[in-house]
């Protein structure tokens, strides 16, 4: 029988700063709006009563004429998303007048799932029973970005869960299903596709292309499924995200860049012309998104050769989560509900570890995390909320910290997936002279199975 552990110190730091900063966001929201009778928002100090569920219910009308060219004609918000994702929501939307409800359910469902799967495998490493739901049900009850996600009504839900689920395969060695979840992520929203970088570290080389092959698939099948005809529904879809692209990634909303944590937002904020804003002219914002987004691919191309690939899985995962969802274009709070994947991995490291305290880097990493899963609507400068900016900030910190001090898990990293570091660990080169042509090029034997770290 294992021995049972406690919680270490970086989960007890999480939960602190997590409870400060709920109870100050309710203190100076209180104060604010019941004592000094600011003229903030309605629904203040957390979510717009106006706002509630949203982003499912403008859609509602709108997809009583799937399947027809009406779907894309008719006025009003157009439908914004991918193609596959608009198959998700005629799903939801077969349920009739609770379609709503079918919704809101499965996110508690798929949330609450996650929440026990995370349980049992910290009762299997050893946490006590009454720790764990202590910790679990306090973590998720001061849950801003899932809380969020939920007022909104956000689709974003079921990208966590395929991401999530993808992250699973990957942590037991299923390349293959993991690339095919991350494939029809993929499909969803395009920035997960980072996560097929942690199969190229592990040189799963065909299960990359097989996850490419899965979201082309998704793809095609699910534009062909909107219809009336592939062109129609393709241009329809073409047009929805050229909207979105002109109307919120190219211009400024004062009233909703304070649940923007992307980086791109402070960059607007900064260049930002009040001329512009006023008249809502995105192409002002063109060469900075496009100069934005090149700078981007080539720092995270480089970082992930140099740096990312070569780090343990605890590392990779967290990186290449915070990189999904701080550097798109327009990257609003509930996508924060991402960053519960690495923390349930950094969860599961931390109670391995004896000396956990004691790891350069983790602390720091759990109080990001408990700032980033907290409202901090308190956070104003002349009547303008920065409490998305700040998280940016944080999410740059946090990534910082991902690519510079590694987590090992003592209950995995032994064994190893990373060939580009653990596979040569405890290969020694000995490289040997050969001239062919009157060239001479140094060549190094082959490692052996034994030497290669567990690797298959």
């Known amino acids: 029988m294992k021995e049972k552990v406690s919680l270490s110190e970086p989960l007890k730091r999480f939960l602190q700063v997590l409870f400060l900063l709920w109870f100050l966001t309710l203190l100076f929201g209180w104060i604010g709006k019941d004592i000094l009778h600011l003229p903030w928002e309605d629904g203040y100090p957390l979510f717009w009563k106006q706002a509630r569920f949203s982003?499912?219910?403008?859609?509602?009308?709108?997809?009583?004429y799937f399947h027809e060219a009406t779907f894309f004609q008719l006025p009003g918000f157009p439908f914004t998303y991918p193609a596959p994702i608009a198959v998700v929501f005629d799903g939801f939307f077969q349920f009739g007048a609770y379609a709503l409800s079918a919704f809101i359910s499965f996110c508690f469902l798929a949330f609450m799932g996650a929440c026990f799967a995370l349980g049992r495998a910290m009762i299997h490493r050893g946490l006590g029973m009454a720790q764990m739901v202590a910790f679990i049900g306090s973590s998720m009850l001061l849950s801003y970005p899932f809380w969020f996600l939920v007022d909104r009504a956000n689709i974003e839900i079921m990208n966590w869960l395929l991401v999530a689920l993808g992250v699973t395969a990957y942590w037991h060695k299923r390349w293959y299903l993991a690339a095919a979840f991350f494939g029809v992520?993929?499909?969803?929203?395009?920035?997960?596709?980072?996560?097929?970088?942690?199969?190229?570290?592990?040189?799963?080389?065909?299960?990359?292309?097989?996850?490419?092959?899965?979201?082309?698939?998704?793809?095609?099948?699910?534009?062909?499924?909107i219809g009336p005809?592939?062109?129609?529904?393709?241009?329809?879809?073409?047009?929805?995200?050229?909207?979105?692209?002109?109307?919120?990634?190219?211009?400024?909303?004062?009233?909703?860049?304070?649940?923007?944590?992307?980086?791109?937002?402070?960059?607007?904020?900064?260049?930002?012309v009040p001329y512009v804003v006023s008249i809502g002219h995105g192409l002002y914002y063109l060469p900075w998104l496009y100069g934005y987004m090149a700078v981007c691919a080539v720092v995270g191309v480089i970082l992930y050769?140099?740096?990312?690939?070569?780090l343990p899985r605890a590392n990779q995962i967290l990186a290449l989560t915070v990189a999904s969802i701080l550097l798109p274009p327009v990257s609003s709070d509930y996508t924060l509900v991402h960053l519960y994947i690495p923390w349930g991995v950094l969860v599961l490291v931390s109670i391995s570890l004896s000396n956990a305290q004691k790891v350069k880097g983790l602390v720091l990493c759990f109080v990001c995390m408990a700032f980033l899963m907290a409202p901090e609507s308190f956070a104003v400068i002349y009547g303008l909320r920065i409490a998305g900016q700040l998280k940016a900030i944080v999410l740059l910190i946090l990534f910082i910290v991902s690519i510079t001090y590694p987590f090992e898990d003592p209950?995995?990293?032994?064994?190893?997936?990373?060939?580009?570091?653990?596979?040569?660990?405890?290969?020694?080169?000995?490289?040997?002279?050969?001239?062919?042509?009157?060239?001479?090029?140094k060549i190094a034997r082959k490692p052996s199975r034994e030497n290669m770290g567990g690797v298959r």
């Not at 190893?416 to 040569?424: C, F, K, L, M, Q």
């Open 229 to 272: 005809t592939y062109q129609t529904a393709s241009a329809g879809i073409a047009n929805g995200l050229n909207f979105f692209r002109v109307h919120y990634m190219l211009q400024v909303h004062p009233s909703e860049i304070a649940f923007d944590h992307s980086v791109f937002a402070i960059v607007k904020e900064l260049t930002i």
């Open 411 to 441: 209950a995995y990293d032994r064994d190893g997936v990373r060939p580009h570091t653990r596979a040569w660990k405890h290969f020694h080169w000995r490289p040997k002279m050969r001239i062919v042509g009157g060239i001479s090029y």
């Open 185 to 225: 992520a993929i499909s969803f929203k395009i920035f997960p596709f980072v996560f097929l970088g942690l199969l190229l570290s592990a040189r799963k080389y065909l299960a990359v292309a097989w996850g490419i092959v899965i979201c082309t698939f998704i793809t095609f099948v699910s534009t062909w499924f």
């Open 55 to 64: 982003d499912f219910t403008i859609f509602q009308e709108r997809f009583r």
């Open 305 to 310: 050769f140099l740096r990312i690939r070569t």
